[in-house]
């Protein structure tokens, strides 16, 4: 069965810093990775996908992700947070085929800090 | 707006009361899914229709759940007898299907509270 860890429940991170959140992944075959980004009382909103090729994605936002098959790994990275990236981001995994029945993680609840 | 969209945004019910939520995919999109997100969760898969055709469910989805997408176009998702544990954010999201990776866009979902 396939499954996501997001070991960071809450970040908190100046405006301006750097930001890397961590996911791991479970899964019997090549995923189909994604990163989404939920603001309060809002639905989910893609920020990137990787399913194959480059293992750095460009995504939405600025946000970009990279994909470790070695380490069952697609953290998500931004050089400068902006106050306006505190959200919850929720890292998924997907089937290539099929219906593509996604999984996601529990999710990491960003802060930012002037 | 040509988004998914889901009505009410919004639904406050007493425990054993029936409630039904409506969700309107992108056009052209065939696939649709239900997911369930409660506090502190991530959205958790419920099931999933290829048109009209319901094609999985999960085991989260008890008897006193249905969902229907009669057209192949909007669903419904009804859920009979209300208890206090089926509050949550209900969220819909379609896909095109045929290929190998379809990206699921989601709508802002239905907040049901059950008092």
């Known amino acids: 069965a396939q499954s996501v860890t997001q070991p960071d429940i809450h970040i908190t991170v100046s405006e301006g810093a750097s930001l890397e959140l961590r996911c791991n992944y479970s899964y019997g075959a090549t995923p189909y990775l994604f990163w989404y980004v939920q603001s309060p009382g809002q639905g989910l909103q893609l920020l990137l996908k990787y399913f194959s090729g480059d293992t750095l994605v460009q995504g939405i936002k600025g946000f970009e992700a990279e994909f470790k098959r070695s380490q069952s790994s697609f953290n998500l990275r931004k050089p400068s947070v902006h106050w306006s990236d505190a959200a919850e981001y929720f890292c998924?995994?997907?089937?290539?085929?099929?219906?593509?029945?996604?999984?996601f993680g529990i999710g990491t609840k960003l802060q930012v800090i002037p | 707006d040509t988004g998914v969209s889901q009505n009410p945004r919004h639904k406050i019910t007493k425990r054993g009361q029936n409630v039904t939520f409506r969700c309107d995919p992108i056009?052209?999109?065939?696939?649709l899914y239900w997911y369930r997100q409660t506090l502190g969760q991530g959205p958790e898969f419920l099931t999933y229709?290829?048109?009209?055709?319901?094609?999985?469910k999960s085991r989260l989805l008890s008897d006193r759940f249905s969902a229907e997408r009669p057209k192949g176009s909007f669903s419904t998702l009804e859920i009979q007898r209300t208890e206090q544990g089926d509050s949550a954010m209900y969220l819909c999201?379609?896909?095109?299907?045929?290929?190998?990776?379809?990206?699921?866009?989601f709508g802002p979902g239905t907040r049901l509270t059950v008092t």
């Open positions: 229709f290829q048109n009209e055709a319901q094609l999985e």
């Open positions: 999201a379609s896909s095109l299907g045929g290929g190998q990776v379809n990206e699921q866009y």
């Open positions: 998924a995994v997907g089937a290539i085929g099929g219906y593509q029945k996604v999984t």
């Open positions: 056009s052209e999109h065939n696939r």
